[in-house]
C-alpha cells in the first residue's frame, strides 16, 4: 500500500466535484487538489500530514494539495451510516489567479495559504458549511459556485482555526517514505489491540528499531508509543461512549495489557479517568 496520487475525476469539466462519503477510508493517499472534508456521521482516527487526531461528527478541514491523508473509521458491527460524510475537491487554477489577485479576495489567498499546513475548524462552522456542501452536490451553473464561495466565507471567517501539521512539516511527496509511512499505519490499524512491540513495527518497515524512532517521529509527529497509545485510546473513548462495555473489558478490547495501564494512559491522554470521561456522554 503506498501512498500513491490519487486521480480525480472532472466528469462535467467542472473544477469542483462534491460528493457524499460512502467508503471506509484508511488510504494514505494524495492528490494536487485541495479537499474540503465534512464527517457528518462517522467518527475515528484521522491523519494530514504529520497530525495524528481523534475526530467525531461535524469535523471539517481544509486540506492543500499534496498532502497524504487518510480517515480511519471506527465502524458500528463492521458498517459505516451510507452518506456519513461530504468530500469536495477542486484545483486553486479553478478560481484562476485573476480572480484571487482582487482584494476582495484576500482572505480566501490567506485561507488557500494556511490550507498548505491543513486547517480543522469548529464543529460550529461545520454545521454552517453543511447545507451549502449537501446543495453544491446536486447543484450546477453559477448556483454551485455560490454555494462554494459560502462555504469559503465561512472558513475564513471562523475565528477557530486550528492548523494541523507541524510548522517544519515537509510537504514533499517522498514514494520510499511515504510507502514505509502506509505500511506502518495499515498494520496498527489492523493490529492496534494486538501487542505491538518496536521490534516488531520496526520489521514491517525494515528499518532498525533505532532507525525507525527517528523516522517515524519526523514523519508521524509523535513517537511511535505516543501515537500507538493515542490510536488505542481513541478507540476507546469510542467505545466508552457509544456502547455499555465494562471498562475493564475496553481495555483489553483496545490492546492496553492491564486495566492499571488503561487508565495511566487515558488520563495522559484525556486528562480524565475512563470512567469519568463515560460519566460526560451519560
Known amino acids: 500500500m503506498v501512498a500513491e496520487l490519487e486521480q480525480i475525476s472532472y466528469t462535467d469539466n467542472g473544477g469542483f466535484i462534491a460528493e457524499y462519503i460512502n467508503d471506509t477510508g484508511g488510504l494514505w493517499h494524495f ?21 495524528v487526531e481523534l475526530f467525531d461528527q461535524y469535523d471539517m478541514v481544509l486540506i492543500g494539495g499534496k498532502i497524504p491523508h487518510s480517515w480511519n473509521y471506527y465502524k458500528s458491527d463492521k ?60 447543484n450546477r451553473g453559477i448556483d454551485k459556485m455560490i454555494d462554494f464561495f459560502s462555504v469559503l466565507r465561512i472558513m475564513c471567517s471562523a475565528e477557530k482555526k486550528v492548523l494541523l501539521c507541524s510548522e517544519n512539516y515537509k510537504q514533499a ?21 494486538k501487542p505491538v512491540t518496536l521490534e516488531k513495527i520496526s520489521k514491517i518497515a525494515h528499518m532498525s528499531p533505532f532507525a525507525f524512532s527517528r523516522f517515524f517521529k519526523k514523519n508521524c509527529g509523535a513517537g511511535f508509543v ?8 481513541n478507540k476507546a473513548c469510542y467505545l466508552l461512549r457509544e456502547t455499555e462495555y465494562q471498562v475493564h473489558d475496553i481495555a483489553i478490547e483496545c490492546g492496553f495489557g492491564s486495566i492499571s495501564n488503561f487508565n495511566k494512559q ?9 470512567r469519568d470521561y463515560r460519566a460526560q456522554f451519560k
Open 79 to 138: 458498517s459505516l451510516p451510507e452518506k456519513h460524510g461530504i468530500m469536495l475537491h477542486f484545483r486553486q487554477s479553478s478560481l484562476g489567479d485573476a480572480l484571487l489577485a482582487q482584494h476582495e479576495l484576500h482572505c480566501v489567498r490567506e485561507l488557500m495559504n494556511l490550507a498548505e499546513r491543513g486547517i480543522g475548524f469548529s464543529t460550529e462552522d461545520a454545521k454552517k458549511a453543511e447545507k451549502h456542501l449537501v446543495q453544491m452536490i446536486s
Open 266 to 274: 487515558f488520563r495522559k491522554t484525556e486528562g480524565i479517568s475512563p
Open 226 to 233: 505516543e501515537y500507538l497509545n493515542r490510536v488505542r485510546t
Open 173 to 193: 511527496y517522498d514514494e520510499r517514505g511515504n510507502k514505509r509511512m502506509a505500511e506502518v499505519y495499515t498494520y496498527i490499524r489492523e493490529n492496534y489491540f
Open 31 to 51: 492528490h494536487p487538489e485541495y479537499e474540503i472534508v465534512l464527517n457528518i456521521k462517522s467518527n475515528g482516527t484521522r491523519i494530514v500530514g504529520d497530525s
